[in-house]
């Protein structure tokens, strides 16, 4: 099994080393061999372990398998081998409806192409996977407020989508998936669209807040700029995980131990 | 990934439960459009569907023993540009939809839950617009049928037993809100309309346009 940042022999402890730094001993999320589809054509034996607090950056070219690593890892799609430990628990073992029960719970999930419902406030857009948690109304406006402060977006509580920029609606998406004060962050392109000045502040805030709420947060990219944002980076190639300097130009697929 | 998880692991994770009415209003406050180009969309679908109704609640309350297949196609033809238009109006709506629905999934929702809630909108003002068209057509029944000769193919429906109109106004409601739906969905785009097409250009006898 290729474990992503034990791959080579690596030692388990946290620190830099050539540019990678390496988690904590007792990761939030612990993936191990993970193969999806069957026979492995888009991701094969993909391993990866996020400490609590820590921002990694998933970096690959598009179609390196990013957006597929990311459906499995938060449970949208089924792997065909594999484990996903989450703060000790084996969301792998989890049947479907469990498995969203915990997403729901314990997931943050923000999506490149993050949308709200127009006919909402971002505020109550916020609140929304709150209430789907089962939580009432009132404690999830609160909560949805706290959230919008804490990503400086307080003002903006009570205006429609549509009234936005892209700025404060990118912190929107971050806010809804930060709302459930969720173990793991997932954010695919979170940055995308965004200022260099923008998407700074933007990801001081969030790392700030990671760092805070021990939140392991994980950053699917393609942009080097934004992984090198993130307290470590690994490298997506072809469906492996590959630890080394991060090439300048990541568009072209490198071959990397296969 | 495999296997069975441990005894009473499952047990341990809770089971979200949404409040009460949570969906209800939710669903209610995404079918009211909010601004003027939405609002004026949505009542698009409600006055095809009512143009579509009064035929289609005819067709399905005519006597088929007298129906005659002149009528039969009549009915049809009247029935047409209404559905047509019903076709377009709810085409326009497909993206809002789109957008919703991928809004409540990010959000939590379920898949099933967000095409419910994204399509309320389509449904519920196709809904109206068909009990709108529909209603009239049974409520004047009797004054309609009075003008009608005896010997008309459709003078037999006007004496229909009110359960059957309530029915005939149902199934329309259901008919003229199915097409809307369907029309308003990402599956109508995937559609191969070719042959259609084809045999479209085959009628006009080849002519093409300039």
Redo the contacts between chains.
Sequence with gaps: MNSGWRAGGAPARRGRVSGVSLPSDNPVLDVRGLVFPADGSVLNQVGLAVGEGETVAILGAPGSGKSALMACLSGEA???????WTNG??F????P??R??????HYG?V?Q????????TLAR?CA??L???????REAAARALTWLARFEIADAAEL?PGQLADEPLRRAALV?AMANDPLVLFADEPYAGLSEESADTTNRILRSIARSHGTAVIVFTSEPRTAARCDRMVQLVGGRIAIGPVPAHVAAPVEVGR | ??????AG??ES???????PW?RARLAL??A?P?DRDADLAAWKVAWSAALAAPPLTVTLIAPTAKLTIGTVAGLICSALPGIAATVWSAARLRETRE??G???R?????HRTAWLLAAGRVALFAGLGALSGGLPVAALHVPLGAMLPRRAPLHGMFGAALSTWVSAIAVTTAVATGIALIAGSMAWTRLDWTPVRARFRALRGGRRPR
Excluded at chain 1, 92 to 95: K, Q, S
Excluded at chain 1, 113 to 120: H, K, R, S, T
Excluded at chain 2, 13 to 19: I, K
Aim: cysteine-free; glycine content about 8%.
């Design positions: 089924h792997t065909a081998a594999g484990t996903v628990k084996p792998h073992l989890l049947p409806e469990q969203r029960a915990f997403r729901l719970r999930l999506h192409d993050a949308v709200f419902l127009p006919e909402l857009n929304l996977p209430r789907y948690a089962g939580i009432g109304e429609r809804r | 990934m495999s296997g069975g998880a441990p692991f499952a994770y809770f089971a979200p439960r949404e409040t949570f406050r995404l009211v909010l957008l919703a991928r809004a409540l990010q959000s939590g929702a379920e």
